[in-house]
């Protein structure tokens, strides 16, 4: 298992594929121990999806939703996610 994922390399992919839209990714921060302080400390866009309801203080497990379109913009070359088969994207035009 890769310590690091190749964030920079996988939004440029994504964001050659669909030039003209927003792409975002969604971390399931359960398998990614440390995801949300590395966010917290980036200026990288991000959200819990447990924001606003019962759950919103289990930060820990919860899956977060991040903007590839910050990470590609030459802040963030990685991110440490644990495993690249637990990041997904997300493409809305």
Do not use: K
Request: charged content about 20%.
């Amino acid at each position: 298992m890769d310590d690091y994922f190749d964030l920079a390399g996988f939004a440029a992919t994504a964001l050659r594929e669909y030039p003209h839209c927003a792409v975002y990714g969604l971390a399931d921060h359960g398998g990614m121990p440390g995801l949300h302080a590395r966010l917290s400390r980036s200026s990288v866009a991000w959200r819990s999806l447990f924001e606003g309801s019962r759950e919103e203080n289990a930060l820990a497990v919860a899956p977060l939703l991040f903007s590839l379109t910050d990470a590609w913009a030459g802040r963030h070359r990685q991110l440490w996610t644990g495993s690249p088969r637990t990041a997904r994207t997300r493409h809305r035009c």
